[in-house]
C-alpha cells in the first residue's frame, strides 16, 4: 500500500508550466506529520531538497527553483502540491514527495519517514 500517491509529472517545453500534488493515505496519522515537501533527483546526482512546508505554513526553497516553484498545502493538510512555473531542461529529474515527524531538513532525505514513489519531470523541446 503506497503511504504517498503522487500525480502530475510529464513532458513539457521549457517556460512551461506543471503541478505536482501529493496525498498521504488513512495509513498514516496525519497529526504526527511535521513537514511535508518535495525532494527532486537528476541521473548521476545526489537527491536534491527543493520545497518544504511545515504544519505553521513556513516554507523553504531549495535555490535552483526560488522564485519559480510555489508549494502549499490543502486545506485538510494531508495534501500537498508543488506548482512548478518557468521550467527549464536542468530541472528534469524524479521528483519525490515525503512527509515526516520532526521539524528538522535533511539535505539528502535521511530524516524523512514517508516517501512518495516518485514522478517523472521531463523538461525538453
Known amino acids: 500500500q503506497l503511504e504517498l500517491v503522487e500525480s502530475g509529472g510529464g513532458l513539457v517545453q521549457p517556460g512551461g508550466s506543471l503541478r505536482l500534488s501529493c496525498a498521504i493515505s488513512e495509513s498514516i496519522e496525519i497529526e504526527s506529520i511535521d513537514i511535508m515537501g518535495w525532494y527532486r533527483q537528476a541521473p548521476g546526482n545526489k537527491r536534491e531538497l527543493i520545497a518544504g512546508?511545515?504544519?505553521?505554513?513556513?516554507?523553504i526553497y531549495g535555490e535552483s527553483v526560488k522564485g519559480r516553484f510555489t508549494i502549499s498545502r490543502g486545506d485538510a493538510k494531508n495534501t500537498v502540491y508543488l506548482r512548478m512555473n518557468s521550467l527549464k531542461p536542468e530541472d528534469t529529474a524524479v521528483y519525490y514527495c515525503?512527509?515526516?515527524?520532526?521539524?528538522?531538513?535533511?539535505?539528502?532525505?535521511?530524516?524523512?519517514?514517508?516517501w512518495g514513489q516518485g514522478t517523472q519531470v521531463t523538461v525538453s523541446s
Open positions: 512546508i511545515r504544519n505553521s505554513g513556513n516554507t
Open positions: 515525503f512527509a515526516q515527524r520532526g521539524e528538522i531538513y535533511s539535505d539528502y532525505g535521511s530524516l524523512v519517514d514517508y
